[in-house]
């Protein structure tokens, strides 16, 4: 078995990366985390990365000002240098432009914190207490220049329980989070859903 080089891109600490991580270390799992790429040098997932012997790399969106082009171009370089198949969006916390997102169209997923269609954007824990959801839950959706708004590949709910604040809820979320992702990546590398199912290449230069 060839495993499909995934990349995860991260802003923060990294708890769903960790959670790609555990999985791929399984000898029957169809992708190897080969790059963990942050946007924030500070960024706590680093450390955990680089404590499981993963490689990493910081791609300060700092320095590029307002030239989102040009960070979007040094993160695909560094992505290509590393010889990735797939790109796993981890808490990354930067919108993403039709460029880069349709280079990589296809083979890229994210996780979102709601049940989509519900509760695009940020602070979706909140949004649903807020709403008085009954159920909520997690995502993750192949990437398209829309955000959150991407076909989906996996999702599961969780009942809002009385008295759930948005730290709890968060919680009950992440769990979620840390099964699905693993699952989705496992079902793009093996070629089960998206473009990567006709192909199995890399993006074309
Ligand atoms: C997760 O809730 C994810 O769904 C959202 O940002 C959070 C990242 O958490 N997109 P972590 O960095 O994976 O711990």
Redesign the pocket.
Known sequence: MTRKRAAVL?S??????TALIEAAEADDYPAEVALVVSNRPDAT?LERARDAGIPTAVVDHAPFGEDRAAFERALDATLREHRIDLVCL??FMRLLSPWFVSRWSGRML????ALLPQFKGLHTHRRALEAGAKQHG?TVHFVVPEMDAGPIVEQESVAVREGDTEATL?AR??EI?HRIYPRALRALAEGKIGPAAATGQAPAD
């Open positions: 991260i923060g600490r990294g708890s769903n990366m997932g981890a808490g994210n996780i979102h914190p997690a968060a979320v992440l989070e």
